[in-house]
């Protein structure tokens, strides 16, 4: 294979990463050097590595968490306890942001996702609420109503640009390991496990695990997101990460689509930029309420799915080219065999 | 003892709101196979007129609008039976979700933030050193009515056989023709209106916010499921237990604490694996 085939090859492979990266530098292009907008950027990169593991988890395992934001105020708070409270560097402070989510969502979804799946979405309504009380009522280790300030910003970062630049990179890694695990037997194990529970039971694949070590993941993930967000905002409070986002994460994957890596940015991207032109959180909550609803019904896979078709031929294309160019080899290659004998 | 007495029968009166809103949630998990997570919804925009509006006026036009909003998710639901592509229960659980998030977001647009009442009974009979109070047993008498009614209605009523019917099953429902569909559909208008009067009961009891919405649904999974997803008498029994747990909770842990009751209920009878999720068998 030369070059240009390997190249065409990774870029069909990664088009979802390449397109990402692409429209991040355009954006920094746009934007320059300082600009009031790469706030709003931020917040969408934000909402979308929270809501991508959900997006891999519900599109490809049928696993519906409400309370995935929830798991981002989990890394969030661990955060700031550490940092703040006890000293500790942003970057030491990572592994634990993912890992309370993790281990919480692991030890809470073992058991329950034994049983079909409505269970688990009672379980997630459960742990939002608990938290939410837990974190308020815990005193002065989480800053009570009032949440914890003085958070040290985002290491390696010395303005917006440049904490734009990180959650890029944060949220490029995670496309990357969508699309890596949707290839693998364990993203193939998931997905056969959503089609048919049953059958992917009696072909030895244990079901309760798979869909916890996911599960276990997609909170892990947000709580990475909520390490950034603690760091990027400099405070966390109760009402950061609560419900009302836990709803905003579910409408961001339905609206953009909850089988692709770069749906939840389009709909978080929706949510942030409509939520800015809305008049109050009030109307935006009917609205997307609705949309939701509409979504469901009349476009499954969400708006990712328009330009599915298009991308598809693009695919396509490419790997026509790409054949066409290795059979044309091949007769040279035959061509100058049979001269030379 | 009779401060522990005052308790449990607050917790009962506490807990017939909590089995009004965990026998419509029941009734209709057993027909349709769906959970519907704007149950609270409903509670909160009948106890929210009644309170706007006041008087017999407010509480029959909230009852009303609570059906209303079950006519809408009974639609809902045959749209999506009809239309969608996915038909799988989830899908429609998520919808409910964005009903209730569109209801709790409407209700806070039309209110504001407050909490509102509505007008009940003050008096307060003191028996053998318990106080009870007058609102409280005129909750419970309802709440029994109502369900009474609703249990007469399942087990001797052509529409209640119907609806057993096509709890047990869909397919043979179809075949002996029972209208499968809209005797689903009459579940969730007849569940939306038993929550609006379970949002109205608390409107005068303790008060009801937007809030509330998200309150009721995760106190009706709870007391719903306490005792087994399997109907409306384990429904009731599972809301008096709830509220009898959650009244000793709050009298006797720290101030506060007794909000983590509902959550923890949910997580210990899901891990025991007797939630009753995973078979929809109505029984009256």
């Given at each position: 294979m030369n070059t240009g085939n390997l190249a065409a090859t990774l870029a069909v492979r990664h088009r979802a990463v390449l397109g990402f990266a692409l429209a991040a530098v355009v954006t920094m292009l746009i934007l320059g050097q300082q600009n009031t907008a790469y706030a709003t950027a931020t917040s969408i990169l934000i909402f979308s590595l929270i809501s991508i593991p959900l997006a891999l988890i519900y599109g490809?395992?049928?696993?519906?968490?409400?309370?995935?934001?929830?798991?981002?105020?989990?890394?969030?708070?661990?955060?700031?306890?550490?940092?703040?409270?006890?000293g500790w560097s942003a970057w030491q402070a990572l592994p634990l942001a993912m890992a309370v989510p993790g281990v919480l969502s692991f030890a809470v979804s073992r058991p329950i996702l034994r049983l079909p799946l409505f269970a688990l979405v009672l379980g997630t309504v459960a742990i939002g609420e608990a938290w939410s009380f837990g974190v308020s009522a815990a005193g002065d280790t989480t800053g009570g109503y009032t949440g914890i300030y003085?958070?040290?910003?985002?290491?390696?970062?010395?303005?917006?640009?440049?904490?734009?630049?990180?959650?890029?990179?944060?949220?490029?890694?995670?496309?990357?390991?969508?699309?890596?695990f949707t290839r693998t037997a364990r993203g193939r194990a998931l997905n056969s496990i959503r089609v048919d529970p049953t059958m992917a039971l009696s072909t030895g694949t244990n079901v309760a695990h798979q869909r916890s070590i996911a599960f276990t993941f997609a909170a892990a993930v947000a709580g990475a997101a909520g390490w950034y967000f603690a760091l990027y905002t400099g405070y966390i409070s109760p009402v950061s990460l609560?419900?009302?986002?836990?709803?905003?994460?579910?409408?961001?994957?339905?609206?953009?689509?909850?089988?692709?890596s770069v749906g939840p940015i389009i709909g978080a991207a929706i949510y942030v930029l409509f939520g800015d032109l809305l008049p109050g959180g009030v109307?935006?909550?009917?609205?997307?309420?609705?949309?939701?609803?509409l979504i469901l019904l009349f476009m499954q896979d969400g708006i990712v799915s328009i330009g599915s078709p298009l991308i598809r031929k693009i695919s396509n294309n490419m790997r026509t080219t790409k054949s066409d160019q290795c059979k044309t080899q091949e007769y040279t290659v035959q061509g100058s065999g049979h001269g030379d004998a | 003892?009779?401060?522990?007495?005052?308790?449990?029968?607050?917790?009962?009166?506490?807990?017939?709101?909590?089995?009004?809103?965990?026998?419509?949630?029941?009734?209709?998990?057993t027909t349709t196979d769906v959970i519907d997570i704007n149950i609270g919804g409903y509670a909160t925009v009948a106890g929210i007129i009644?309170?706007?509006?006041?008087?017999?006026?407010?509480?029959?036009?909230?009852?009303f609008a609570a059906a209303a909003?079950?006519?809408?998710?009974?639609?809902?639901?045959?749209?999506?039976?009809?239309?969608?592509?996915?038909k799988d229960p989830i899908t429609i659980v998520l919808a409910t979700f964005g009903l209730l998030f569109a209801t709790t977001s409407a209700v806070q647009a039309a209110v504001g933030t407050d909490s509102h009442f509505v007008p009940g009974l003050t008096s307060i009979f003191l028996v053998s050193g318990t106080h009870i109070s007058a609102q409280g047993i005129l909750n419970l008498s309802i709440a029994t009515a109502l369900f009474i009614v609703l249990a007469v209605t399942m087990r001797y009523t052509l529409i209640g056989l119907k609806m057993r019917a096509a709890a047990l099953s869909t397919q043979s429902a179809e075949l002996i023709g029972v209208p499968v569909r809209t005797v689903q559909i009459t579940a969730f208008i007849a569940g939306a209106a038993i929550a609006g009067a379970a949002g109205i009961l608390a409107a005068i009891s303790v008060g009801i916010s937007y809030a509330s919405a998200t309150q009721f649904t995760i106190f009706a999974f709870t007391a719903a499921i306490?005792?087994?997803?399997?109907?409306?008498?384990?429904?009731?029994?599972?809301?008096?237990?709830?509220?009898?747990?959650?009244?000793?909770?709050?009298?006797?842990?720290?101030?506060?604490?007794?909000?983590?009751?509902?959550?923890?209920?949910?997580?210990?009878?899901?891990?025991?694996?007797?939630?009753?999720?995973?078979?929809s068998k109505a029984r009256a």
């Open positions: 490809h395992g049928g696993i519906v968490s409400l309370c995935q934001a929830t798991f981002a105020g989990m890394g969030g708070y661990a955060t700031a306890i550490l940092t703040v409270n006890y003085g958070i040290p910003g985002i290491p390696l970062a010395t303005d917006d640009r440049q904490a734009f630049v990180v959650i890029v990179i944060m949220v490029a890694i995670m496309i990357i390991l969508f699309e890596n609560s419900f009302n986002q836990d709803a905003a994460v579910i409408f961001m994957v339905v609206i953009g689509g909850r089988r692709s109307v935006q909550g009917v609205l997307f309420g609705a949309v939701l609803i | 003892m009779s401060t522990f007495a005052e308790f449990v029968l607050n917790g009962i009166f506490l807990g017939v709101l909590y089995s009004l809103v965990a026998i419509p949630l029941t009734s209709i998990w009644a309170a706007t509006l006041g008087g017999i006026v407010g509480i029959i036009l909230g009852v909003m079950g006519v809408i998710t009974g639609a809902l639901f045959y749209l999506f039976h009809k239309i969608s592509v996915i306490i005792c087994g997803l399997k109907g409306p008498t384990t429904a009731f029994c599972g809301g008096l237990l709830l509220g009898v747990i959650d009244s000793l909770s709050a009298g006797y842990l720290p101030s506060g604490w007794s909000a983590l009751v509902p959550p923890l209920i949910i997580f210990a009878v899901l891990a025991s694996g007797r939630a009753g999720l995973s078979v």
